[in-house]
């Protein structure tokens, strides 16, 4: 089988890459992570695929005159990995246009809310704020506009009585770590493909849309 290769950005904690690099652990994994690149130095997450042995980077934003610069040099370290597909995961820069068009496609990330609703960040404040009875996470192609793109797969989570953002963001979380690697296996297996602006099951059957995750494994 042979396996796609994924590059994954992170900027911190890099509990989402772990569940990742756990999923790649089987052999049968259409997916294999062949770099990981932080743009904040001696993170976690870098500890995490170090411990994995995964090729670490870290290119650190501030060493650049302008976002094109630092996305063209993430675009060089990123092709000289002979990266196929691309995973944000905690990545907390937004991309340039050029560098968003140069990845269509081929660029996944993960957000913690049921997008379209509450993107952007202190999602769970503004869930709890809003009265909202269900939250969840959404893993999604990349589109220019933050946190918009078709949808890859969802997991929904009840807000309950007497949650905080704390206690919320802990109960997504842990839906994201199933998520993700249920999200890039359906890409990276070529289950799912994108066709314009929407994410379908091949071969040509259109996706209810958006793709809904039943239980996750
Ligand atoms: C996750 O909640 C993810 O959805 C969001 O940032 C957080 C990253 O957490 N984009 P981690 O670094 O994967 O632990």
Known sequence: ????????LIS?????????IEACKDPNYPAEIVVVVSNVPDVQGLAHAEAAGVPT?????????????????????????????????GFMRLHSKDFVARWLDRHLNIHPSLLPAFKGLDTHSRVLQASAAISGCTVHFVRPEMDAGPIVAQAAVPVLAGDTPDSLAARVLEAEHRLYPHALRLVASGEVRIDGESVVRTPDEPAQAPLYSPPLP
């Open 1 to 8: 089988m042979t396996r796609t290769r994924v590059g994954v």
């Open 12 to 20: 911190g904690r890099g509990s989402n890459l772990q569940a990742l």
């Open 57 to 89: 980077l870290t290119i650190s934003h501030k060493g650049f005159a302008s976002r094109e610069d630092f996305d063209a040099a993430l675009s060089q370290a990123l092709d000289h990995a002979r990266v196929e597909l691309l995973c944000n995961a």
